[in-house]
């Protein structure tokens, strides 16, 4: 019996070991970039030993009043952002419940597709059709102008008013359906049997959605609640990236885009980009921890 365990274990091990070796190249391995910030490195010189000079970008990270400032800035962006996205994360729960509540099988599927389907659209194409709709030339502004409404074109792209908002709608509208998709899975793993009994006790169709339904979806939607907590300053640059402009930085800049921009910066600042993504590397993992001791503390049950 032991054996035939043993050779079992080999077997699963052997099954998961790609999927561990794909972790391990492209997870592990590239932190190995993260010798670049004990070391002065100036491309296109080879790197060399020589300019080693310990935590010096760390320190400067915290003396030097100007990274200091942009530092501050970007993490009230980035925290800003994420805690408007983390604010409305019950929605992808609530559309996957009124989604489950469509009758008619096509329109559902319909729905359905047309809401995931913007989840594989990059984000260079949504800034074009951001673009179409909201630039000089574009409907928006065409059809205010037909309407007389104003005489001169508004450009929405430049203004940073309101600008966290606008990302995040932007975010939703793309991001929306797939991330109900788990939600979806969830509601089809209900035992039927609840709602019968629901129905036979005299339960209208908004009574079962609020005490069964809902109640079956809490555990999944806490834990993804406190995965977004633990990943609050990886909200990710490409959307950023493509809408940022001379006009926006100061509000839309946040700590992943800031790295980016330091390291492609002329002259680039590789060490001092490393370094700080060291540090953001860090806090996310303190976020995790805190989040994990929070649901422990909640749930009586561990995320990790």
Same mark, same amino acid.
Request: a positive charge; one cysteine or more.
């Given at each position: 019996?032991?054996?035939a365990r ?18 391990? +190249? ?26 080693? +000079? ?25 925290? !800003? ?22 009758r008619?099988?096509?329109f ?39 309407? %007389? ?6 450009d ?20 929306? %359906? ?14 039927e ?42 909200? %990710?640059?490409?959307?950023?990236? +493509? ?17 980016y ?6 002259p ?9 993504s ?7 993992l !303190?976020?995790?921890? !805190? ?5 422990? %503390? ?7």
């Open positions: 019996m032991g054996k043993k050779a079992q274990g080999y077997k699963e091990f052997l099954l998961i070991l790609p999927f561990i070796a794909l972790v391990a +190249v492209f997870a592990y391995f590239p932190l190995y970039g993260w010798i670049y910030s004990f070391f002065d490195y100036q491309p296109p010189l080879p790197f060399s030993w020589d300019s080693f +000079v310990g935590l010096k970008w760390f320190k400067l990270l915290f003396q030097n009043q100007s990274y200091v400032n942009q530092t501050l800035q970007v993490l009230r962006n980035t925290f !800003a952002m994420s805690g408007i996205a983390l604010l409305f994360s019950w929605l992808p729960m609530f559309f996957a419940i009124l989604l489950n509540e469509l008619n099988a096509p559902k599927k319909f729905v359905q597709t047309a809401a995931t389907i913007p989840n594989f659209i990059s984000w260079v194409l949504v800034y074009s059709v951001a673009f179409l709709l909201m630039g000089n030339n574009g409907m928006i502004n065409s059809v205010l102008k037909d309407w %007389g409404l104003i005489a001169r074109p508004i929405f792209m430049k203004d940073s008013s309101h600008l966290w908002l606008k990302m995040w709608l932007w975010l939703t509208w793309k991001n929306l %359906g797939w991330a109900a998709i788990m939600y979806v899975a969830a509601i089809s793993g209900i035992d049997g609840m709602y019968e009994a629901a129905k036979i006790d005299g339960a209208a169709r908004w009574q079962c959605i609020w005490s069964i339904t809902i109640p079956s979806l809490l555990p999944t939607f806490f834990v993804l609640m406190l995965l977004n907590i633990s990943n609050m300053l990886n909200n %990710g640059m490409e959307q950023y990236y +493509v809408f940022q402009n001379s006009w926006n930085r100061e509000y839309i800049q946040v700590l992943d885009l800031y790295v921009n330091l390291s492609t910066s002329k680039p600042v590789y060490s001092i980009s490393t370094a700080l060291m540090l953001k590397s860090v806090v996310s !303190a976020l995790l921890f !805190a989040a994990n001791g929070l649901s422990i %503390g909640v749930r009586r049950e561990s995320i990790l």
